[in-house]
């Protein structure tokens, strides 16, 4: 990667700026006038060639102006990962929205998503918290009918879990009270291996009780296998407008990417696997991952508490998105959240 001169630094970023708001090739004259440069126009040029030669920018045809190449992205985004935070007045605006809404785990993620993809102007993307270790916090058993149950679990972490179960005898909502207190009594803050063990020595309580269990195993086992966790999206129409996505095929590979929801799940999970919690990736053109969505990228976060439980957000949307505006506000979220799941596992 060639050296770039401070001067050199400034125009890239300012090009970048510039086609983000317009979606136009940026010429010389253009960038002089609109940001009251103190360099002519004629030195403006130069340095955009020699840009372009270094392969930051790219000329799309003769005589036009100049674009962003992925390369010349990833030099601006460079420089925004740790710094740049959202105005303080979008901050309190957002925060004001969350303490508006009470509501549990799934709420705050589906009031997220919707928040980040009006901030973002893309799509946004967050996957509930997923526990690094399924713990069980809470069992409620609750009689829909004499035979029907409705079992709800909570993890720590906030992720909460329901299942309809059919029985062969008749439960009162009194002795479903009592299997309830039981098992949270045996079973809180246990691992499905370490309930494994102790249903083995579960009382005497009928074998409604034991239906439970395997039942309360299952899904366990189930929640331990994910990837990730329930993936929510908020935002399609936001990037489908965009002139990138206006070539019908392109449109497609991003709707599939997204309808594909354990194709979704393994990549975040790829992606946020080794992430500490609060740190921002940058994808750009596939990096290998987004192989379909060549003109896209996406900026991630992981929130939640690490080692207890984590999730993940983030903004999927042409390369030519707003960088500046997007990092900050996927972090600023990110933070939101990881209180949230702290607030939950206590």
């Known amino acids: 990667m060639v050296e770039l001169t401070e001067r050199q630094k400034v125009i890239l970023s300012l090009v970048v700026h510039e086609y983000v708001r317009t979606a136009n090739p940026v010429g010389s004259k253009n960038l002089v006038k609109q940001y009251h440069l103190e360099y002519s126009s004629a030195t403006v040029r130069n340095e ?5 030669e270094a392969q930051y920018l ?3 045809y003769t005589s036009a102006g100049r674009v962003p190449t992925e390369m010349g992205y990833r030099f601006f985004v460079s420089g925004l990962i740790q710094m740049r935070e959202l105005p303080e007045e979008t901050r309190r605006m957002i925060e004001h929205q969350f303490s508006q809404a009470q509501q549990g785990m799934d709420g705050w993620i589906k009031l997220a998503a919707s928040i980040l993809a009006d901030q973002a102007n893309a799509i946004s993307v967050v996957s509930a918290p997923l526990p690094n270790r399924t713990r069980v916090k809470y069992i409620s058993l609750i009689s829909i009918t004499n035979k029907q149950i409705l079992m709800i679990l909570v993890l720590e972490g906030g992720q909460m879990q329901q299942r309809f179960m059919f029985v062969n005898e008749a439960m009162t909502q009194e002795k479903l009270n009592e299997i309830a207190e039981v098992l949270n ?3 809180e803050g246990r691992n499905s291996e370490e309930i494994r063990i102790l249903s083995r020595n579960l009382p005497e309580m009928g074998n409604v ?3 439970i269990v395997r039942t309360l195993l299952n899904t366990l086992y189930d929640t331990d296998a994910l990837q990730t966790g329930e993936v929510y999206t908020d935002g399609i129409n936001n990037v489908l407008s965009e002139p990138e996505f206006s070539d019908s095929e392109e449109a497609r590979r991003a709707l599939h990417f997204l309808e594909e929801k354990s194709v979704l799940q393994s990549f975040l999970s790829k992606t946020t696997r080794e992430q500490k919690v609060g740190g921002i990736q940058v994808f750009f053109g596939g990096d290998g991952l987004l192989k379909d969505l060549a003109n896209c990228s996406m900026v991630v976060a992981r ?4 080692g207890v439980a984590t999730g993940t957000i983030g ?3 042409p390369m ?3 960088y500046s505006k997007n990092i900050p506000t996927v972090r600023f979220l990110a933070g939101i959240l990881s209180d949230l799941v702290a607030d939950s596992a206590l």
């Open 48 to 52: 955009m060639a020699a840009l372009t």
């Open 58 to 60: 790219s000329q799309p």
């Open 185 to 187: 009594r045996m079973f």
């Open 209 to 211: 009780a034991e239906e």
């Open 303 to 306: 929130y939640g508490m690490q």
């Open 315 to 317: 903004v999927l949307g």
């Open 320 to 322: 030519r998105m707003a």
